[in-house]
């Protein structure tokens, strides 16, 4: 993460229903880790783990049975007692990956329009959502497959940091860009 919160909640988002043992573990300086999260064994297509006050800079999820897992998504939300915010939504890749030159988003930050480039598999179909920082859904549209540019209307959208996730079936992009 790029600065110090207080952890509300991180939620794991499996790709396949498998038995798993694994801890959560926190930092705030990247050397010292504190265990926060055990599990032996679990058996979820999700857990979702809840913190009280919990401050950290880094977060770190390792298997202790040398066992390799596939994560869909692993999202770590802030907490001020009240609400939940997104922080950061890591993506787990299962077999393809989205290259840096793959996508491109400009401008960002953005006024009134966001353009994407990004290059898909022929065949594949693929879904933008633009997430805002509470993680609701405020855009939502299908695109047709091969190599694509989509200019989304920012001009209604309040000034703010949102998500954008690029999905298919088999692969997800989420990067950070800001509306002023």
């Keep these: 993460m790029d600065s110090v ?14 038995t798993k043992s694994f801890t ?3 930092s705030m300086d990247d050397t010292q880790w504190d265990t926060v999260y055990c599990v032996n064994p679990g058996f979820n297509f999700q857990d979702t783990i809840w913190f009280t006050g919990k401050e950290a800079k880094y977060v770190k999820m390792e298997g202790f049975d040398n066992k390799e897992y596939s994560i869909k998504e692993f999202e770590i939300y802030h907490s001020d007692g009240k609400e939940y915010s997104l922080v950061l939504c890591s993506v787990g890749i299962e077999e393809h990956s989205m290259k840096e030159d793959d996508l491109k988003i400009y401008p960002n930050p953005a006024t009134d329009e966001l353009i994407l480039e990004f290059s898909l598999e022929q065949r594949v179909t693929s879904t933008i959502k633009l997430v805002d920082i509470s993680g609701k859904v405020v855009y939502s549209s299908l695109i047709n497959p091969g190599t694509q540019i989509a200019n989304i209307d920012l001009s209604w959208l309040r000034e703010g940091v949102y998500f954008i996730h690029i999905s298919t079936d088999k692969i997800t992009r989420v990067e950070k860009f800001v509306k002023y």
């Design 24 to 26: 959560v573990q926190t």
């Design 5 to 18: 919160y207080t952890i509300g909640k991180i939620v794991i988002l499996w790709n396949m229903l498998t």
